[in-house]
């Protein structure tokens, strides 16, 4: 099946610092969604990205399918912010999603 | 905005003992799922439901699970016969085939 890796798995922001997060895949896909999961384990929608670009207040997210990549921006970081981030896609094997390992961020205030 | 429910929030079993979790799908919503995230590890994928049937299903999803729409509103995830390798938290999701939406989640622990 199709393979989602997600770098950094680990980061340390201090409050006011941007930050970029990867994430490749190994096949093309039809759908490509980044989650922010907080602290009390919900998974928040940030985007449905496929391909191009979206912004949506401090977080921006570009994906370049041909290339077979996306990444997360978020700029300004707030303590709030802290968490895992996950990237997930489905391939064309069907409509179930792929998670990638997630990225846990920690912003210090 | 609309979005999807579950219920318990957390639920803690005897190894052995059959469980159900619930989820309420965002109403317009046809294709709906179950995933589930071991502590500290990935989401990983268990089943689909499309048109009252399941549509796709991952090797996790053995005969210990079944999945029910037994109304129009709730769709039920059964674990007949917990084992402690079952301790995760399960998310449901729903779609409008583009976006997937999920549930708070039910966190299940089995002693």
């Known amino acids: 099946g199709i393979q989602v890796e997600q770098s950094p798995p680990d980061l340390i922001l201090q409050e006011g610092a941007n930050s970029t997060l990867r994430c490749n895949f190994s096949?093309?896909?039809?759908?490509l969604q980044w989650f922010h999961q907080n602290p009390w384990g919900q998974l928040i929608n940030l985007f449905y990205?496929?391909?191009g670009t979206k912004q949506n207040g401090r977080l921006s997210a570009t994906t370049v399918a041909t290339e077979r990549y996306s990444l997360l921006y978020i700029s300004s970081s707030q303590t709030t912010d802290s968490g895992v981030y996950f990237c997930?896609?489905?391939?064309?094997?069907?409509?179930?999603?792929?998670f990638g390992g997630g990225t846990r961020l920690m912003v210090k205030p | 905005e609309p979005e999807v429910t579950q219920t318990p929030s957390h639920q803690v079993t005897q190894m052995g003992q059959e469980v159900i979790l619930r989820c309420v799908p965002i109403?317009?919503?046809?294709?709906f799922y179950w995933y589930r995230q071991i502590l500290g590890q990935k989401v990983e994928f268990l089943v689909s439901?499309?048109?009252?049937?399941?549509?796709?299903k991952s090797e996790i999803f053995d005969d210990q699970f079944s999945v029910e729409r037994p109304d129009g509103s709730n769709f039920t995830l059964k674990i007949r016969s917990t084992k402690l390798e079952d301790s995760a938290m399960y998310f449901c999701?729903?779609?409008?085939?583009?976006?997937?939406?999920f549930g708070p989640g039910t966190r299940l622990l089995v002693l």
């Open positions: 999701a729903s779609s409008d085939l583009k976006t997937q939406y």
């Open positions: 096949d093309s896909v039809n759908n």
């Open positions: 990205i496929p391909s």
């Open positions: 997930a896609v489905t391939g064309n094997a069907g409509n179930m999603l792929t």
């Open positions: 109403s317009n919503h046809l294709y």
């Open positions: 439901f499309y048109n009252n049937e399941i549509s796709e």
